[in-house]
C-alpha cells in the first residue's frame, strides 16, 4: 500500500496571507477580553460565519467584522504576538517563507501615527522571523476604498522601507469600487522602488478585473485571480507571462464567490499552466489554514502527490524569497515527493 505524504510537511510558500487575518481565534478572545471588546457571535462561535460577500451587503459584514477583530490589536506587544503565532501556524502547515500582507493605515490611530505603527509591525516580522526560523517578509496594501493619494503616500513609504523587509505593494477590499487605473501611479512608484505588484483581482468581480490588474498596475502577482477561468484568452496571457496567482480556496467559499470547494477552478487554471501559490487569506475569519487549501486540492479536485508538489513548487517559484531559501525549498519538495 502508497504510503499517504502529509501535506503539512510538504514545503510551499505562503503568500496570501492578511495580517488580522491571521490571529489565532483563541488569541482574538483573549485580546477582546483584555480591552473589553464585545466579540459579536460570529466571532466566537468557533464555526466561521456564512458571507455573502458577493453581494455589497455580505462585503459590509466581512469587512465589519474584521475591523472588530482588529480593534483588539491596540499595543506592540499585541502584534508581536499576532506575527509569532501567525509565522507558528505557518511552521506547522509546512511552510518555509511567508508574505504577510498589511494597510499600516488601519492600525495608525492605535499605534501613534502611520510610521511608528510601520516600524511596529516591521519589528514584530522580523523578531518573530528570528525566533521561528522561517523566512517571512510584508506586503504593503493599499485600500481601494480609500483615496488614491493615499495609495501614493503608502506605496513611497512603502519604497522607503523596502530594506526593512518590504517586498511587495498590493491593492485590496473590494474590487467593485474604483477602478485599478485609479491607482496605477502609486503601482508605478512602488514598481520603480523594486517592489512587486500584488494586487487583489479577479475574486469579486469577472475576469476584466484580472486584465486591469495586468494593463494599468503591470501586476506580477494577482490576489485571488480566479475568476480569470471565465476567459481562456486571459488564461493564456497569464501562463505565458507567468504571472502566478494567490488562489484561496477556502476563502472563496467562505465569502460565496463559489458555491463549494469543488468549484473552485482549480483545476482550470492547472491545466492552462497559470503558476498558482495556494494561500489561507484570513484564517481567523474563513477557518482554515495553509495546509487546508492543498488539502481540497487533494480532496475535491483529485491532485496526486506529483501535482500537489508541482504545486507547492509554484508558490515557491513566485515568492519574492532570496534564491537560496527558494533552492532548498524546492529540495525539500523534491525530498518530500520521492520519499
Ligand atoms: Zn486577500
Redesign the pocket.
Known sequence: MERVRHLSELPKAHL?L?FT?SMRPATLLELADKYGVHLPEALTSGTPPKLRATDERGWFRFQRLYDIARSCLRAPEDIQRLVREAAEEDIKDGSGWLEI?VDPTSYAPRLGGLIPALEVILDAVETASRETGLGMRVLIAANRMKHPLDARTLARLAVRYADRGIVGFGL?NDERRGMARDFDRAFAIAREGGLLAAP?GG?LTGPASVRDCLDDLHARRI??GVRAAEDPRLLQRLAERGVTC?V?PA?NVALGVYEKPEDVPLRTLYEAGVPMAL?A??PLLFGSRLAAQYEIARHHHGFDDAELAELARQSVRGSAAPVGVQDKLLAGIDQWLSG
Request: some cysteine.
Open positions: 496570501h492578511h487575518g500582507q485590496s487583489h475574486e490576489g485571488h494567490e484561496c476563502s494561500g487569506d484570513d
